[in-house]
């Protein structure tokens, strides 16, 4: 019996030392299929998007609150702020700006931003203080972009434009991937792209346009070459889809005068059609708007291309809050899900109290208007890519009035695009940005 009572304890011993063995392998087990799922980009990937958030002094409070609510959301990767960091009335000082970027940059979640109308382009009005336009901007390239990191404490890596030495004054113009999806962030303000109408050379709105459609272009074959399962360009400007020119051969053959003022996003709308028949895939746009949104934004595929063919695979997200201080649009994206892309409104009184977001807030319109006059049946080509998480409001998608267009197969790369360096890194892991973007 003694000798029984002894090897009890060794037996339970053996029987605890199994026991972690085989929790530790479990756990390692686990954590390594977590690690390839974010790998592969299996995760849900979810991204917050702002803007015209900061109007004033007293908007910095509940912009802090809002910044904390989705600091707290651990699905939330990154915040894209979408422009406007003061209000057209408010001075451009630097004091204001300093102050802006202190509350962005104290953002527990990385925040990636882009400029808007307000930002630079209204500093020469005299309610602004009557500042130089572009002055202003080299300003805030120095103070926000001043390296490859974005705001927040835990800053992405970001590829800026400023890397290519061509062109190295546009530090704002950045783009990244996650889980992958490949991000790019333009400078693109309202009403017109700062196309001024004046005498002369307009040299800062065209040098930009030559930047943008680089970048966009490049970006584009890139996110082919590497594929990429889908492409998410955001602006702070409405560039007016609805405006559609057709190009002409001997145009300047024409010698009438039009009182319409010349498109400032002509050149941007060209390229968006370029870099989604060069991408392919789904392609979404993300900008704001000063149209009225009951629901705080709206879904559509505006865009045309060259012979008047609806480009089916890309989608606009046109977003205008009524509360922009505490309303954000929750993005969510999943390899798995068939739209990629899921997106719902979102308020800081929500988040705090845990509930669920009644449907008339959060999903969009429980119909939306055809974009142009004469139905037809819908296309085999391109389903609409987008969807609400609320499946009980999901609205039909809309019918093309229009053939898609349809492209040709590519069937090798073209070698007259060269990759951009250096490759963008992904500085998402695991949903959260790590300050080294490995």
Not at 68 to 95: H, Q, T, W
Not at 223 to 250: K, N
Not at 358 to 386: D, F, G, I
């Amino acid at each position: 019996m003694p000798c029984v009572e002894r090897a009890a304890p060794r037996v339970e011993r053996a029987a605890a030392a199994r026991l972690t063995r085989a929790l530790t392998i479990a756990v390692a087990l686990a954590c390594g299929a977590i690690a390839q799922a974010h790998a592969e980009g299996n995760v849900p990937l979810g991204f917050a998007v702002l803007s015209d958030a900061l109007s004033r002094p007293a908007d910095e409070a509940p912009v802090r609150r809002m910044l904390d609510a989705i600091g707290r959301d651990s699905g939330m990767a990154f915040i894209v702020y979408d422009g406007n960091l003061k209000d057209g009335a408010e001075p451009c000082r630097d004091s204001v700006y300093q102050s802006r970027h202190d509350l962005l940059d104290a953002s527990r979640t990385p925040l990636v931003l882009l400029l808007g109308q307000h930002d630079w382009a209204d500093c020469g009005l005299a309610h602004a203080g009557g500042y130089d336009p572009v002055e202003r901007l080299d300003f805030v390239r120095q103070l926000f972009f001043a390296d490859a990191s974005s705001l927040g404490q835990s800053p992405l890596m970001l590829s800026r434009e400023s890397d290519v030495a061509r062109f190295r004054t546009f530090r704002e113009i950045v783009r990244w991937q996650a889980q992958g999806i490949a991000f790019i962030g333009l400078n693109v303000s309202s009403p017109n792209n700062h196309y001024l109408t004046a005498g002369g050379r307009n040299g800062e709105f065209e040098d930009r346009a030559v930047a943008t459609t680089f970048w966009l272009e490049h970006a584009a074959e890139t996110a082919r070459r590497t594929e990429m399962r889908a492409l998410v360009i955001l602006m702070q400007g409405d560039p007016d889809f609805s405006r559609y020119e057709r190009r002409e051969r001997f145009a300047w053959l024409r010698f009438s005068h039009s009182n319409q003022p010349r498109d400032g996003f002509l050149e941007l709308k060209r390229s968006l059609v370029k870099a989604a028949e060069i991408f392919r895939g789904p392609v979404l746009v993300i900008h704001a708007t000063d149209t009225p949104e009951p629901n705080g934004f709206h879904i559509d595929q505006p865009l045309r291309n060259d012979k008047g063919l609806i480009v089916t695979n890309l989608t606009r997200v046109a977003i205008a809050f009524k509360k922009p201080h505490s309303q954000w649009l929750e993005v969510q994206s999943d390899a798995q899900w068939h739209p990629p892309f899921r997106l719902r409104l979102r308020d800081v009184k929500d988040t705090r109290t845990h509930e669920p977001v009644a449907p008339q807030s959060e999903a969009p319109a429980a119909s939306y208007p055809a974009p142009y006059p004469t139905p037809q049946p819908a296309l085999p080509a391109s389903p609409a890519l987008l969807r609400n998480d609320l499946p009980e409001a999901l609205p039909a998608p809309p019918s093309m009035p229009l053939p898609a267009s349809d492209l040709p197969p590519i069937l090798t790369p073209p070698q007259s695009l060269p990759p951009i360096y250096p490759v963008p890194a992904s500085g998402v892991q695991s949903g959260i940005g790590s300050a080294n973007g490995q």
